[in-house]
């Protein structure tokens, strides 16, 4: 599973960054066949908003979180809604 990160008027730090790659490992055990994640972060205003498109075989999945706390509440909502969505997905793939 290959995954970039991207940061709209702020930098990517290693913490964001690692904290970011241990949400995403969750998503990996409910659906193995994830190809790549595209994470941006960015800032506007005072809110952090979190956007994710997973690359999976015959769909994307894409997701948005804001928080107006910090970027870490964002990522773990926005966590929340891809696990949803893969739950879903795989549900339908199987027969």
Known sequence: MQITF??????????????TKEKLDKLQRHFDRIKSISVTFTIE???HVAEATIHVPGTDLHATA?????MYSAIDLL??????QIKKHKEKELP
């Not at 991207?6 to 904290?19: I, N, P, Y």
């Not at 804001?66 to 910090?70: A, F, K, L, P, Q």
């Not at 966590?79 to 949803?84: A, E, G, M, P, V």
């Open 79 to 84: 966590i929340d809604k891809l696990d949803r």
């Open 45 to 47: 205003k005072l809110t």
């Open 6 to 19: 991207t940061g709209h008027q702020l930098e990517v730090t290693d913490a964001l960054r690692q904290f």
């Open 66 to 70: 804001e928080s107006t706390n910090d």
